[in-house]
């Protein structure tokens, strides 16, 4: 969790959607996360499901 953190940057980069069919697509990117006491680079999943309201996040993973 973040919690009372100063100075954070998130860089997305090498964004990819990938459309499953009609209703599920895969987006994945990579996340470049930077605070003052912790960084990260990861390779991220989104996996994004269509609801008669618009599109909804059912996962998000870590793929290192």
Known sequence: ?????????IEIT???VIILNEKNS?????????SES???KV?????????????KIAGEYIVR
């Open 26 to 34: 895969l987006i994945e990117f990579q996340q470049d996360y930077k």
């Open 1 to 9: 969790r973040i919690k009372n953190k100063k100075n954070i940057k």
């Open 43 to 55: 390779t991220k999943h989104l996996i994004l499901i269509r609801h008669a309201d618009g599109w």
């Open 14 to 16: 090498n964004f990819n």
């Open 38 to 40: 912790f960084n990260d």
